[in-house]
Each structure stands twice: as C-alpha cells, then as structure tokens.
C-alpha cells in the first residue's frame, strides 16, 4: 500500500525568508503523481504544485517549487520569499495516474507552517 | 475558473434532524468526491462518483447517504448523526479519477 509521510508537524519561517516543507512516500508503482496542498485558516484545500512522476524536471509555480527525487521517493516544497498569506497546512499527497475514480488521493499528516513578520 | 462551490458554510443539527449538503462545479469535471476532516487532520474519502455512478464507499454508515443527480452536482443527505460525525465536510472535483482534485471551501457541519 501507498503510504505518504510528513516528518514535520510545525515549521515556522521569517517574512521574505525561504523554507523547505518535507515529503518522502512509499509505492511500487512507476506512473503517479504528486501534490501539495495548501489549506489556510479560512479552510479552503488549494493547489499549490503538481508533478507527475515521468518528468525529470523539478515543477515550479512562481515563489514554488519543489525537489523531486524519485530514486529516493523524496517530494520537497520550497517557499521563496515567504509571505503572511503563505501560513497554512501543507499536505503532501499521492496518486497514481491509472485506475480511474477508483484512484484514492493519499494524502500526508500535514505541515503547520506559520510566518513570522 | 477551478470553482468548486458548497453550501451551507456552516450547519448545526440536532441528532433527529435530517439536512443534505450540496456541492456544485461547472468545469465539466466528470469525478466528484466527498471528504470529512477533522481540525489538523489530512481528509478522509468517504465517497466517489464516476460519471454519476457512485465508485467508492469508504464504509462510510448508512446515516450518510450520497447522491450524484447529474454531472454537476453532488449531494451528502445527513440522517440520525452522532457528535462525533462533526467535522468539516470538503467536496472536491477532477476532471478525470486520474487528474488533480479541486477542492470547494467545505461545510463546517455540528451536531449537537
């Protein structure tokens, strides 16, 4: 079975400062995707950035981006000049890219990410 | 326009009520799910319509009770909850079962 795992509860990082949020997963598949996920106080799960397995190069999406290394099933998010809009839950999550709806969306524990001005 | 819209925001319920939670999306996605969560939890499916047909049912109890009436529009009908069924329901959409999620702001459902 596939497993996600976020190993840090709670980060914290200064205004303009930049962090890194950690994902590593388990699977014996070759075709997926991965995600995260931003979910603010105000609730709503938002897109940040998706990557889909066969692609070599790292996804970026503005002041995100991540580090992909698939040998080391290893999916990490780095904030570039971090913003107080970018507080929030991170969560990582997992699928793979065959099987249809029946193709659960797995999800990791989350990162607490807060931001100090 | 990657809108997924709910309604109500927030609803309260005795546990004899009967209410229905409605979710909306014109993105011609033809995958919609429904999620509970729980404060600082990651979401837990409950179910998946493919197509209007219902794909997934997580074991969710019978006191929940889907329903897809067209491609647009989900449903979760609410019977005979506990306290404990009190969460904030997400529903989220996919253009595809293999395609990113796109989530709606929830419902923050309580029971008392």
């Known amino acids: 079975a596939q497993t996600v795992t976020q190993s840090q509860p709670e980060m914290s990082v200064q205004e303009a400062e930049t962090v890194t949020l950690s994902c590593t997963y388990d699977t014996s598949e070759s075709d997926y995707y991965l995600f995260w996920y931003k979910q603010p106080p105000s609730r709503q799960m938002i897109l940040v950035i998706r990557?889909?397995?066969?692609?070599?190069q790292n996804a970026t999406e503005n002041r995100f981006s991540v580090n992909f290394q698939k040998a080391a099933k290893s999916f990490s998010l780095k904030i570039s000049d971090s913003q107080l809009g970018d507080a929030a839950m991170y969560f990582c999550?997992?699928?793979?890219?065959?099987?249809?709806?029946?193709?659960?969306?797995?999800f990791g524990t989350g990162t607490l990410l807060a931001v100090q001005p | 326009d990657t809108e997924v819209t709910q309604t109500p925001k927030h609803l309260v319920m005795g546990m004899t009520n009967k209410k229905s939670l409605k979710c909306e999306q014109h993105?011609?996605?033809?995958?919609m799910y429904w999620y509970k969560q729980k404060a600082k939890k990651p979401p837990e499916l409950m179910f998946v319509?493919?197509?209007?047909?219902?794909?997934i049912n997580e074991s969710v109890p019978s006191r929940f009770s889907p329903e897809c009436p067209n491609s647009s529009l989900l449903n979760l009908h609410l019977h005979a909850l506990q306290p404990e069924d009190s969460a904030l329901y997400l529903c989220a959409s996919s253009l595809a079962g293999s395609y990113e999620q796109y989530f709606g702001p929830g419902t923050r459902l309580t029971v008392t």
């Open positions: 999550a997992y699928r793979k890219n065959y099987g249809g709806a029946t193709n659960k969306l797995i």
């Open positions: 319509y493919s197509y209007e047909k219902l794909s």
């Open positions: 993105m011609g996605h033809r995958a």
């Open positions: 990557q889909e397995a066969y692609k070599q």
